[in-house]
DNA sequence: CAAAAACTGGCAATCGTTTGCCATACTAGG
DNA sequence: CCTAGTATGGCAAACGATTGCCAGTTTTTG
């Protein structure tokens, strides 16, 4: 009866005060609640009011000290503000509420020490990690993944569970699409040197650049934020070139906007193309032709794959298309324009 | 010497192996380690030293429980999709990082059911909370207020700590711009009614239009969204009036898109207004006239009331303005046009 | 009807750290 | 030289759960 207290005490409730409520010790208490059928359907019942009825909420941090578990699993991303990560985040998010775990969230900068740093602090703290497009050594990586469950996203290393969007078969696409409006002059707008698939992108573009008999160069790096964009844009225009690949779709939109600040028209001067698919390129001017992939779906895939554990050491490639918009068009030879 | 292992196991380093090996207590080694000042120097750099070869990390969890501090902030956000929360997000992981906590991220959808689940599932493992639009009703933020640390982002209740961005006055700077360009005629594009910021932006803007003469009529709720977009368009269109003002820039982007396929000009015909100036608003077509505030600031300032505590309870308010681009412009008499 | 099996509930150790308190040793003051 | 004061380090009790093991009490089985 000395409920209607509605108290200013902090102290929240715990299985001590159930237990004591309850008449019965702690040890029965907690089984009543985790472990239903280790205990008198009685008996139970009788906790369980209790523990309704004083409003308990376990702690899950002291769950978690003898477990192991704690219920929160970290997402490193190299660039919050990159949309293309919100995608993996939400589907992540959906996953693990789903799963009873949280998430945590950090940022790494694209450096490599600051993602030590938070893999450090945050190993104690959480049941396993999301790399995405993790900057660390291969052997680091490894190391790592033999401590504490981890799974890269957009990073391949050998015995390191981890999912891609095939960005090499992306590649391919943009290389076919492009040559098939007759483009055969190119220019790759590159990322950090330090990026996976940036060197993925690179080597898939220029191998079937070749193969389609189209020349391709490589400008960069550069910063793969709109930011980036005018001196990827400068840049890929002196090449000559008659389309600009740029390695995301940051980057793409800002060389678009570039672009239209110098008063060079899309596509009819030069195409351009990106990789992910972010919100804003179906809405930037011209939209923006890119390699689409199923990113929320990446997103609940490593969650299930991270929960999941590994026996096989999964190695995940998720298929990407190629979305056509307005940024790409014919190529027009000199004299057939206005 | 048996250091050469670099062994499979998992076990991580403890306290009690840094203490065993220093010949000290765990006592001893947890001060030499915390509370330099406890330890003669001797022991304590020696402590130190074994710490640092051993490669000690101390457990995050097993740190909380005896002191209650986890160093990890939740942010719980209405729509982790929505770029608005973006820069919240980058600020507020920015200033916990530079204090050494962590963040966690959680997302409501919008429910009140949802956010209170997040709540009572994080309550004991996060040091305290960051509520963006929270939808909770006004007692159940104070009694949580109560119980452990919460600081509300676009949503004011008296006794509980809050920032703000002042999209009253940024209100006021809409009709003021409409107006002067010679819009008498005006439709508010709603969001969720349970949204504390759509009240107050409604009520800032029909005081103001009032007081300057124009007519405003309200349409909606609509979703906050791009897809909320083409009913919201739709509607507003049948109102008659000159300008559209939506409840945030998703709506207002999404409603730019639907005019597009429609072939109403904007501004010409129609005048489009958002809030919030998120990422793609400045680059979408036309770009968007809308009210910008700084949203990364707020992400910092927000961790800075958290973590500082707070006697007098805080309730900031971040100026706002508006930031004029391609959406709007003068109000075209019928004739006059083409 | 006795013996074995199955149920129930409790004791106590454990997870890894922090921290109040006590004991010892050393320093300084009178 | 004795006493009061100050470093220094250790013991052990938290923090709030989980869980292995054991002891009673059923129930089942032959």
Known sequence: MENGVRSVRRRAVTLHDVARRAGVAVSTASRALSDPQRVNVTTREHVQAIARELGYRPNRLAQALPTGRTGMLAV????????????????????ARAAGSALVIADTQGARELEGAHLDRLASSVDGFVLASSRL?????RTLAERSPVVLFNRRVEG??????????????????????????????????????????????????????????RCGPFAPTLDGGPAAADVGMSTGATALIAFNDLLAIGVLRRLGERGIAVPAQVSVVGYDDIFGSDFCSPPLTTVAGPVDEAGRTLVDVLLAGRDPVPAITLPTHLRVRGSTGPVLSPGSGA
Chains 1, 2 share one sequence.
Do not use: M
């Not at 503000?81 to 995608?87: A, D, L, R, V, Y």
């Not at 050594?137 to 990586?141: G, K, N, S, T, V």
């Open 137 to 141: 050594p291969d052997d680091e990586l």
């Open 160 to 217: 390191v569970a981890s999912l891609v969007t095939d960005s090499v078969d992306g590649s391919r696409q943009i290389i076919e699409h492009l040559v098939a409006l007759g483009h055969r002059s190119l220019a790759y707008l590159a990322g950090p040197s330090a990026a996976w698939s940036d060197v993925e992108r690179w080597r898939a573009l220029s191998e079937h650049a070749d193969a389609a008999g189209a020349r391709i160069v």
């Open 76 to 95: 490193l991303v190299p660039d919050i503000t990159n949309p293309h990560n919100f995608g993996l985040v939400r589907g992540a998010e959906a996953q």
